[in-house]
């Protein structure tokens, strides 16, 4: 036997509000979650939440006191403690997990990019010579590059910083998507002689690769950390598919 399922779905990203506005279309009960770390986060027509749950054991506890039937992450794919967490919570309580997940970037021919483990490896290979290097990691990870204070950094961020750790850097204010035009033009007003940035995938913000193409600038890409396998697809029609195949048990 079955009962109407009720999702939550993990979201902050473009794909997600996809995904919720699917959910929302077919008129099947869902909690849309977002970490809350930008001032002004896009929330779709549907019930949400903003903040953390408190670990694994939050997580769980709220699965539990919702009745929640599916869990669909829809995260950032550098979110990877979230993702952990979920993959977590969703075996202990046997409850069907599903990630919408972007493929990640590749290289085409004109690319001239570098692939690195991680952020802190990156930041650790930058010359000693000053350069000026487009920063397109967020704002989560700008510590690590303050071991290389003499390169001018160029910021993109979603709300204005408080505290910046680097002393020489320019800050945009700006929020995606981004055009091959508008990336064009900033790197060329910043001098731009290098592109670091996180390998995100999708096409919100892959204008910068186009852009540095058309430059000939180097490119260096952060590989997605390590999450638990599960289940994954990379648009919402196949999420779909999946909420069908995968009806809620009486009893969650």
Not at 63 to 88: G, W
């Amino acid at each position: 036997m079955t009962r109407a399922p009720k999702i939550l779905l993990l979201g902050g990203t473009a794909d997600a509000m996809r995904m919720a506005g699917a959910l929302a279309q077919a008129g099947l009960a869902a909690i849309y979650s977002v970490a809350g770390r930008t001032e002004a986060p896009n929330l779709p027509a549907l019930p949400h939440r903003r903040g953390g749950f408190g670990g694994t054991e939050g997580l769980t506890a709220y699965l539990k006191a919702e009745q929640i039937t599916h869990v669909i992450d829809a995260t950032h794919p550098f979110a990877a403690q979230m993702s952990r967490n979920a993959a977590t919570a969703c075996a202990d309580l046997s409850l069907p997990l599903i990630a919408l997940e972007r493929a990640p970037w590749a290289p085409i021919a004109g690319d001239n990019w570098r692939f690195f483990n991680d952020i802190p490896s990156m930041a650790a290979a930058l010359p000693t010579e000053k350069t000026r290097v487009f920063l397109a990691i967020g704002r989560q990870n700008l510590a690590d590059f303050a071991r290389a204070p003499q390169h001018q950094y160029l910021l993109r961020l979603v709300d204005a910083p408080s505290d910046l750790p680097l002393p020489r850097c320019e800050v945009v204010i700006s929020k995606g998507p981004f055009t091959l035009a508008g990336d064009l033009a900033l790197m060329r007003a910043h001098h731009t002689a290098l592109v670091i940035a996180k390998n995100a995938g999708g096409e919100a913000a892959r204008a910068k690769l186009d852009a540095a193409r058309t430059l000939g600038l180097p490119v260096w890409l952060a590989d997605r950390p390590q999450i638990p396998q599960r289940p994954r697809a990379e648009d919402v029609t196949k999420v779909m598919a999946w909420l069908e195949a995968h009806p809620a048990a009486l009893g969650v």
